[in-house]
Every structure is written in structure tokens, then in C-alpha cells.
């Protein structure tokens, strides 16, 4: 069973939305920290955002008052509301999960054109 599976990326114009998703298997979902990591070309990996299972956010500067993290620890699902979205969001998202061990998922694509 993979422990993380994106989904929801896509191509979309400068100004648009995407909603990623992040779904984890396994169990003890609801009190680990889940983050969403971006990748950009010729740059290295940067958090976006993250939530802890308490729901306490934290974002990266770049995407503050654009971007919603958010958790259903009922379904064990991360998501990742992106609104206003810029080319310089482009890159591949990656999840990961955070508690006893660390997983990282294999990314979604995002790509937003002027």
C-alpha cells in the first residue's frame, strides 16, 4: 500500500485555482504533522505549507493569503487550496507525512502559464 498518493494537479492560466489532494494510508493519520513541499525547476524543495493534527498552520511567505491547507482526519486526507495562482507556483507538489516515521509522497504536477 503506498503511505501517500497526490492528486489534483494540473495546468491552469495565471489567476486560477487548483485543489490538491493527499490521501495517506495506515494508521495515527490525525496526529501527525502533514506538509505539502513544492519543486520547482533548478531549485531546491521548499514547504508551502503545513498542519499540524491540532490543525495549526504554518505557510511559506510566497503563497500567504493565496494558499489553505487543510486536514479531514476522517478520511485521512490532506488538501491544498491554491487561489491566485502565479507561474512562479509552478513545480511539482510533494506530501509528506511527519509522526513515528517519515514518508514522502511522489508529487503532482502543477503548472500555471502567463
Known amino acids: 500500500q503506498v503511505p501517500l498518493v497526490e492528486s489534483g494537479g494540473g495546468l491552469v492560466q495565471a489567476g486560477g485555482s487548483l485543489r490538491l489532494s493527499c490521501a495517506a494510508s495506515?494508521?495515527?493519520?490525525?496526529?501527525?504533522?502533514m506538509g505539502w513541499y513544492r519543486q520547482a525547476p533548478g531549485k531546491q524543495r521548499e514547504l508551502v505549507a503545513a498542519?499540524?493534527?491540532?490543525?495549526?498552520?504554518n505557510y511559506a511567505d510566497s503563497v500567504k493569503g493565496r494558499f489553505t491547507i487543510s486536514r479531514d482526519n476522517a478520511k485521512n486526507t490532506v488538501y491544498l487550496q491554491m487561489n491566485s495562482l502565479n507561474p512562479e507556483d509552478t513545480g511539482v507538489y510533494i506530501c509528506?507525512?511527519?509522526?513515528?516515521?517519515?514518508?514522502w509522497g511522489r508529487g503532482t504536477q502543477v503548472t500555471v502559464s502567463s
Open positions: 495506515g494508521s495515527a493519520f490525525s496526529i501527525d504533522v
Open positions: 509528506r507525512r511527519t509522526g513515528v516515521l517519515d514518508y
Open positions: 498542519i499540524t493534527g491540532g490543525g495549526t498552520t
